[in-house]
């Protein structure tokens, strides 16, 4: 079965700061999709990253970077000096290869919340 | 191209009542997830449908809920005979099919249940 855990419930860090959330997931699939959402407090899911399970390279996008290691099956997520709209609850998700009818079910973390304070 | 869109936003409902939540998906998408969020955790799959079929329902509570994605107009979910534990943020996410869909969901902004 597969599984994604996010240990840290709440983090909290004063603007400018560096923050890192965890990820750790199980899967027995070789083919496999990670992903990060955020959910700001206006609640809807605010896409992030993709990473297919054949791409261990670590991604940078303006102040958020991801680091993916197969080895400990993390995927751990930092932000770079923080800001206040940084706030929100963040996701990981996992999703297993494709079948047949292309169904592809999301398995989601418990989330992370992060508060920003300035 | 609109978004994945749902409505209501919020929905309050007393216990015993129906609540009817709709989903239009994105054009040209014919896969549609129901997702369901329980406070203060993360969104839990329910139902896997595409056009006039349901897929997979493996994550739906056996009593009480029903979805439908008709061949014309969004997808419902229902949910008979509400009760407190029913309240929730529900979500819908589309996708086109599946070979072109390069594995990505586009998530609606979710339906807020409320049951007094």
């Known amino acids: 079965a597969q599984k994604v855990t996010q240990a840290q419930t709440e983090i909290s860090v004063v603007e400018k700061e560096d923050v890192t959330l965890d990820c750790v997931y199980e899967?027995?699939?070789?083919?496999?999709?990670l992903f990060w959402y955020k959910q700001p407090p206006s609640g809807e899911l605010v896409f992030l990253i993709r990473?297919?399970?054949?791409?261990?390279q670590n991604e940078i996008s303006g102040r958020y970077s991801w680091n993916f290691q197969k080895s400990t099956s993390s995927f751990n997520f930092t932000i770079t000096a923080s800001q206040v709209v940084d706030s929100a609850v963040y996701f990981c998700?996992?999703?297993?290869?494709?079948?047949?009818?292309?169904?592809?079910?999301?398995?989601f973390g418990t989330g992370t919340r992060l508060l920003v304070s300035p | 191209n609109a978004g994945v869109m749902q409505n209501p936003r919020h929905l309050v409902r007393r216990r015993g009542q129906e609540a009817r939540l709709r989903c239009s998906p994105m054009k040209g998408h014919s896969h549609v997830y129901w997702y369901r969020q329980l406070p203060e955790e993360g969104l839990k799959f329910m139902v896997y449908l595409q056009k006039e079929n349901i897929i997979d329902e493996s994550g739906m509570p056996k009593e009480r809920f029903s979805a439908e994605f008709p061949k014309e107009g969004p997808s419902i979910l229902r949910i008979q005979q509400v009760v407190r534990g029913d309240s929730a943020a529900y979500f819908c996410a589309s996708s086109p099919p599946f070979r072109e869909s390069n594995n990505e969901q586009f998530f609606g902004p979710g339906t807020r249940l409320t049951v007094l």
């Open positions: 990473r297919n399970s054949f791409d261990e």
């Open positions: 899967t027995r699939d070789t083919t496999y999709y």
């Open positions: 998700a996992l999703s297993e290869a494709w079948m047949d009818t292309g169904f592809q079910k999301l398995v």
